[in-house]
Nanobody, 115 residues
Framework: QVQLVESGGGLVQPGGSVRLSCATSGMIFRLYGMGWYRQAPGKQRELVASITRGGSTNYADSVKGRFTISRDNAKNTLYLQMNSLKPEDTALYYC?????????WGQGTQVTVSS
């Protein structure tokens, strides 16, 4: 079955950087577009960034110029490089894939931006 496992979160100071990873299994990774979402306490889950199977990317306005989504098809892994972090980036970050009308989610990795 499809499995998504996020890692790389933690506590980081404002202005700092962190790279999230999403290791996938049970799917042919190179065939699918992928996305990173986040959910802060009391807020709805929102799309942060997405990447097509061809490598085209899209970003939420709030993270443009600071975050970079990428993929390594040889490693079946999705990444999110997060720079110039702000306290409002604090959230649980999830990776996502949609296969045949079914949405798959990982368990999430917490990113907390605080001094």
């Amino acid at each position: 079955q499809v499995q998504l496992v996020e890692s790389g979160g933690g506590l980081v100071q404002p202005g700092g950087s962190v790279r999230l990873s999403c290791a996938t299994s049970g799917m042919i990774f190179r065939l699918y577009g992928m996305g990173w979402y986040r959910q802060a306490p009391g807020k709805q889950r929102e799309l942060v960034a997405s990447i097509t199977r061809g490598g085209s990317t899209n970003y939420a306005d709030s993270v443009k110029g600071r975050f970079t989504i990428s993929r390594d098809n040889a490693k079946n892994t999705l990444y999110l490089q997060m720079n110039s972090l702000k306290p409002e980036d604090t959230a649980l970050y999830y990776c996502n894939v949609r296969i045949a009308a079914t949405e798959y989610w990982g368990q999430g990795t917490q990113v907390t931006v605080s001094s």
